[in-house]
């Protein structure tokens, strides 16, 4: 059973910093590309989700043109961790950011952790 855990949301002041993981269990991590989505209040539905950054296997990473020089996604293999180095948060960020991997053709997601940025 795969499941993914995040944590590391709060309340940050504009400007601040945070870090989230996701820990991940039951996949072969080594092997998944890791993502990270956010969804912003007021979009309920989960295909209003949006794409945040993306680790491939080999390191390589992609990234949202909104978070793009601010925002840092990297891995580690021997905890099985996500990481999301979020950095110049603007209060447009506030959202719950979830992490999902994608086994076999099944999506995976935990459950989130709340971002709030106050301006």
């Known amino acids: 059973q795969v499941q993914l855990v995040e944590s590391g949301g709060g309340l940050v002041q504009a400007g601040g910093s945070l870090r989230l993981s996701c820990v991940v269990s039951?996949?072969?991590?080594?092997?998944?590309?890791i993502h990270w989505y956010r969804q912003p209040p007021g979009k309920e539905r989960d295909e209003q989700r949006e794409l945040v950054a993306s680790i491939r296997v080999g390191g390589s990473t992609e990234y949202a043109d909104f978070v793009r020089g601010r925002f840092t996604i990297s891995r580690d293999a021997a905890k099985k961790t996500v990481y999301l180095q979020m950095n110049g948060l603007e209060p447009e960020d506030t959202a719950v950011y979830y992490c999902?991997?994608?086994?076999?053709?099944?999506?995976?997601w935990g459950k989130g952790t709340l971002v709030t940025v106050a301006s």
């Open positions: 039951g996949s072969t991590f080594s092997m998944n590309t």
């Open positions: 999902k991997v994608n086994q076999y053709g099944a999506d995976y």
